[in-house]
């Protein structure tokens, strides 16, 4: 005798919400691999700003595209996913 017994009702709702629960999961995963490549991209760019500081004429002009690597890279992706997070409860 089995230990529980579920009406093909109850079957057919149960697997019914495992596949929304599945489509919803793989949703977020594409929603979160376009995020990991938009903060790729934002730490590429930053590096690059960065090379770009180093081959500049004036002292001034290098120390500032310097800096605004530094901001790109540190910063960019932080709030990239602060506001992907923030946005994400709002839904």
Known sequence: MPLLVLSPDRVRRE????????????????RFAHLLRICLWEWIAGYAVGMLAFHVGSVQTGQALLLLALVIILVAPMWTLIIWHWLGGQE
């Open 15 to 30: 697997l019914t919400r495992s596949r929304e629960a599945e489509a919803a999961m793989r949703h977020y995963q594409a």
